[in-house]
């Protein structure tokens, strides 16, 4: 079975410091990787996603995300934050090339960033 | 271009009692997945619908039922409430049978007392 593990469930930061967020994935087959953002009060937002091709995606925002095969890692980075970055970010992970694969979700990282 | 709509925003139940909650998918999308998002935690899926039948379900008991009309439009209705339904009901739309892009809707906060 499929299952995406998030190490950091709190991070906190100052305003201009860089994050990243890590993910890792449980899964024998091709995947492809999401991370979504939900900001207080909002839904849940796409980031960003890899399907193929580069490993290094950028999503909206400044995120970027680096997918690293050999280790099932698909971590979530952004140079400097912002406070409207105060958020709870969740990867996520989604068989391919298959029909009516549902979403695995991580448990989340609530990042908290100070002015 | 509506997005995912979800009705009611909030409800409040007793142990248990019955609810449904609602769901239209964003324009031009056929398929729609629920998914439970308890406090502090990812959310995890409970059934996917597709051509108004049910094609992938999660680890959820059979209290837990859904239905999507042929205006791809669906519910999710949850018998015998326990305490422990009490979470954020998403529901996510994609276009198709390769569900690899999933919009979410607002969800449905339900608290069951």
């Known amino acids: 079975a499929q299952s995406v593990s998030q190490h950091n469930h709190h991070v906190i930061l100052s305003e201009a410091a860089s994050l990243e967020l890590g993910c890792n994935y449980s899964?024998?087959?091709?995947?492809?990787l999401f991370w979504y953002v939900q900001y207080p009060g909002q839904h849940l937002q796409l980031l960003l996603k890899?399907?193929?091709?580069?490993?290094l995606v950028k999503g909206i925002k400044g995120f970027e995300a680096e997918f690293i095969k050999s280790k099932f890692s698909f971590n979530l980075r952004k140079p400097s934050v912002q406070w409207s970055d105060t958020a709870e970010y969740f990867c996520a992970v989604i068989s391919s090339g298959r029909s009516f694969q549902k979403l695995v979700f991580g448990t989340g990282t609530r990042l908290l960033v100070s002015p | 271009d509506a997005g995912v709509t979800q009705s009611p925003t909030h409800l409040i139940k007793t142990r248990g009692q019955q609810v449904t909650l609602r769901c239209s998918p964003k324009s031009g999308h056929d398929t729609v997945s629920w998914y439970q998002q308890a406090l502090g935690q990812g959310p995890q899926f409970i059934f996917q619908?597709?051509?108004?039948?049910?094609?992938q379900r999660g680890n959820f008991p059979d209290r837990f039922s859904g239905h999507q009309f042929p205006n791809y439009s669906s519910e999710l209705n949850v018998n015998a409430l326990l305490l422990g339904d009490s979470a954020l009901y998403l529901c996510?739309?994609?276009?198709?049978?390769?569900?690899?892009?999933?919009?979410f809707g607002p969800g449905t906060r339900l608290t069951v007392t």
């Open positions: 996510a739309s994609s276009k198709g049978q390769r569900t690899y892009e999933q919009y």
């Open positions: 890899y399907f193929s091709g580069d490993p």
């Open positions: 619908y597709y051509e108004e039948e049910e094609r």
């Open positions: 899964y024998g087959g091709t995947v492809n």
